[in-house]
């Protein structure tokens, strides 16, 4: 599956190597091209998951904010109602195209 924003594919992974979780795909943090992810000071945090990180992208010298997110420290809850460790995954935006 691929993660593409502004034409350009920014993560690529093996289906086997997703976690889907409420209707997002998320990737392997180490399926993503260098140097597109760089770390935004937007907070939140889910109930179930923990706090998220945020990530703007950087494609062709543009930035798209908050592009990406994930949950470096999940709660026990997120690993109990997902049954994998996610804490090395992120999803995207509804602005990133994800498919095969």
């Known amino acids: 599956m691929k993660a593409v924003l502004a034409g350009t594919t920014i993560a690529e992974a093996d289906d ?13 943090l180490s399926s993503v091209k260098d ?43 997120a690993f109990e109602r997902v049954g994998k460790d996610i804490s090395a995954h992120i999803a995207f935006a509804p602005d990133v195209e994800v498919a095969p």
């Open 16 to 28: 086997s190597d997703l976690i889907s979780i409420e209707g997002n795909w998320y990737f392997p």
């Open 35 to 77: 140097g597109v992810l760089v770390e935004s000071p937007t907070a939140y945090t889910c109930p179930w998951k923990g706090a998220a990180q945020y990530y703007s992208a950087v494609v062709d010298g543009e930035t798209y904010v908050d592009a990406a997110f994930g949950y470096p420290n999940p709660y026990p809850s």
